[in-house]
């Protein structure tokens, strides 16, 4: 629609000139409304970059299905805050942002490395109804193996987030499959209400449209920021192979049914995309597709344990993938992170990693400092409930485990997406301006 306005805009400027430039310029902007409408009314319309193969959906009925229940789920969702409000909160979290980078810019001129959070990884349950090929809770284990005993319930829940939210901005609600949890919606809730800014919630997206049904997830999308589903590849069979999962097209269709629903509820709607070895043609089928519906999408390249999958740096049909990448994040396409981060993620580049930047909280309220995935050095597990602030968490486990240093002890030699985030933070440190680059790369993508 602004591209239909600015043309509107420029006819206007010529007005005064020959009638031939005049029928030229009203021509053109009825052929782009023209387009628009046809866009507008048919999702392959839109389709330029991605050409659609054989077992990927059928996309005219996909959309007719996503847009029967938009229309259905759309008159009993609860609206979002009002901008007015809405912004106090981020303000709030923005806050929080600068006071942590002013205290971590200090402790790195002093040589340290117990960082205040930019944001904590909660993994909310360990239950899944998918068995993903590429599963792995940071140590080796598929989530769905894992008993789930111990998960917090919803005022534990709610009060591990209040005392993170102490010295924390942002939260990302993983799992396992945090939409299983029936008490999500409240505890999403309580997150607004405690001023995290973003919330990001990573699903598969499966049981949404069964989800967005009931009453009680009214005020669910209402309270997420990003929602960042999973899509791997867009043949059904290639799906159900990789997430062993009957219905692979829910996701799809649950896609296209929160992409209608997104503007109105102001969330940004984000596409993870696992790479891997054998798939990298159906990577590049979503990287397509998502671009032409103006998704932003996330790369993750596989990886066995905590380091890349090896044989994809080898491949050349990967690195060609990358290449496109970070060419299509150069021309403004939607791509998570910014050219750098991306470049040296997708190349496996090796990294600053500071994790007690992003805080893993577990499914039983356990933080793992200073990293989950560590290898040499079992990591401490603290009971967050056991403390009144993240101030006094990281003090009592600096004292048990000193957190500098630790990359060179820890032996993981990590790829993980998220240790790029706090790679890109630690140059940050030193280069103040990359953090405002970094920032500005991640509103332009979403």
């Given at each position: 629609m602004s591209s239909?306005?600015?043309?509107?805009?420029?006819?206007?400027?010529?007005l005064?000139?020959?009638?031939?430039?005049?029928?030229?310029?009203?021509?053109?902007?009825?052929?782009?409304?023209?387009?628009?409408?046809s866009?507008?009314?048919?999702?392959?319309?839109?389709f330029?970059?991605?050409?659609?193969?054989?077992?990927?959906?059928?996309?005219?009925?996909?959309?007719?299905?996503?847009?029967?229940?938009?229309?259905?789920?759309?008159t009993?969702?609860e609206?979002?805050a009002?901008?007015?409000?809405d912004?106090?909160?981020?303000v709030?979290?923005?806050?929080?942002?600068?006071?942590n980078?002013?205290?971590?810019?200090?402790?790195?001129?002093?040589?340290?490395?117990d960082f205040?959070?930019?944001?904590?990884?909660?993994?909310?349950?360990?239950?899944?109804?998918?068995?993903?090929?590429?599963?792995?809770?940071?140590?080796?284990?598929?989530?769905?193996?894992?008993p789930n005993?111990?998960?917090?319930?919803?005022?534990?829940?709610?009060?591990?987030?209040?005392i993170?939210?102490t010295?924390?901005?942002?939260?990302?609600?993983?799992?396992?499959e945090?939409?299983?949890?029936?008490?999500?919606p409240?505890?999403?809730?309580?997150?607004?209400?405690?001023?995290?800014?973003p919330?990001?919630?990573?699903t598969?997206?499966?049981?949404?449209?069964?989800l967005?049904?009931?009453?009680?997830?009214s005020?669910w999308?209402?309270?997420?920021?990003?929602?960042?589903?999973?899509?791997?590849?867009?043949?059904?069979?290639?799906?159900?192979?990789?997430?062993?999962?009957?219905?692979?097209?829910?996701?799809?269709?649950?896609?296209l049914?929160?992409r209608?629903?997104?503007?109105?509820?102001r969330?940004?709607?984000?596409?993870?995309?696992?790479?891997q070895?054998?798939?990298?043609?159906?990577?590049?089928?979503?990287l397509?597709?998502?671009?032409?519906?103006?998704?932003?999408?996330?790369p993750?390249?596989?990886?066995?344990?905590?380091?890349i999958?090896?044989?994809?740096?080898?491949?050349?049909?990967?690195?060609?993938?990358?290449?496109?990448?970070?060419?299509?994040?150069?021309?403004?396409?939607?791509?998570?992170?910014?050219?750098?981060?991306?470049?040296?993620m997708?190349s496996?580049?090796?990294?600053?990693?500071?994790n007690?930047?992003?805080p893993h909280?577990?499914?039983?309220?356990n933080?793992?400092w200073?990293?989950?995935?560590?290898?040499?050095?079992?990591?401490?597990e603290?009971?967050?409930?056991?403390?009144?602030?993240v101030?006094?968490?990281?003090?009592f486990?600096?004292?048990?485990?000193?957190?500098?240093?630790?990359?060179?002890?820890?032996?993981?030699?990590?790829?993980?997406?998220?240790n790029y985030?706090?790679?890109?933070?630690a140059?940050?440190?030193?280069?103040?301006w990359?953090?405002?680059?970094?920032?500005?790369?991640?509103?332009?993508?979403?």
């Amino acid at each position: 629609m602004s591209s239909v306005l600015a043309f509107v805009g420029h006819g206007l400027s010529v007005l005064g000139s020959s009638q031939h430039r005049r029928t030229t310029a009203q021509a053109r902007i009825a052929a782009l409304r023209e387009r628009q409408r046809s866009a507008d009314g048919d999702i392959r319309a839109r389709f330029h970059l991605y050409r659609p193969s054989e077992g990927h959906p059928d996309w005219h009925l996909l959309q007719l299905d996503a847009r029967r229940l938009a229309t259905r789920i759309r008159t009993r969702l609860e609206p979002p805050a009002s901008r007015w409000r809405d912004g106090g909160r981020k303000v709030r979290s923005w806050s929080t942002v600068i006071r942590n980078y002013v205290t971590n810019w200090h402790r790195a001129r002093a040589g340290r490395e117990d960082f205040r959070p930019m944001y904590v990884l909660w993994t909310t349950q360990r239950a899944c109804n998918f068995r993903c090929c590429y599963c792995d809770d940071h140590r080796g284990a598929r989530y769905p193996d894992l008993p789930n005993a111990g998960v917090l319930d919803t005022d534990q829940a709610i009060r591990m987030l209040a005392i993170m939210r102490t010295r924390t901005p942002s939260v990302l609600m993983a799992g396992g499959e945090p939409t299983l949890r029936k008490d999500l919606p409240v505890i999403t809730r309580a997150a607004r209400n405690l001023s995290y800014y973003p919330i990001i919630v990573d699903t598969n997206g499966s049981t949404i449209h069964t989800l967005l049904e009931q009453a009680a997830w009214s005020s669910w999308l209402a309270d997420v920021d990003h929602l960042v589903v999973s899509l791997d590849a867009l043949n059904s069979t290639a799906l159900t192979r990789m997430w062993g999962y009957s219905n692979p097209e829910d996701v799809v269709r649950n896609i296209l049914l929160l992409r209608e629903l997104a503007d109105a509820m102001r969330i940004e709607l984000m596409i993870s995309t696992v790479i891997q070895p054998g798939a990298i043609h159906h990577a590049r089928d979503v990287l397509d597709w998502s671009n032409d519906l103006g998704l932003c999408f996330c790369p993750m390249p596989v990886n066995i344990g905590p380091t890349i999958d090896r044989t994809l740096l080898d491949d050349e049909e990967y690195r060609d993938l990358v290449a496109l990448i970070l060419d299509r994040k150069r021309a403004g396409y939607r791509i998570a992170g910014s050219v750098r981060m991306n470049e040296r993620m997708l190349s496996a580049q090796t990294l600053e990693c500071r994790n007690t930047l992003k805080p893993h909280v577990d499914f039983n309220g356990n933080l793992f400092w200073p990293c989950k995935a560590s290898v040499d050095i079992q990591p401490l597990e603290i009971n967050v409930l056991d403390f009144d602030d993240v101030d006094a968490i990281y003090e009592f486990a600096s004292k048990r485990i000193c957190s500098t240093g630790f990359q060179q002890r820890c032996g993981a030699r990590c790829n993980w997406s998220q240790n790029y985030t706090t790679d890109a933070y630690a140059f940050g440190l030193r280069h103040p301006w990359s953090i405002a680059r970094e920032i500005v790369d991640f509103l332009k993508a979403v």
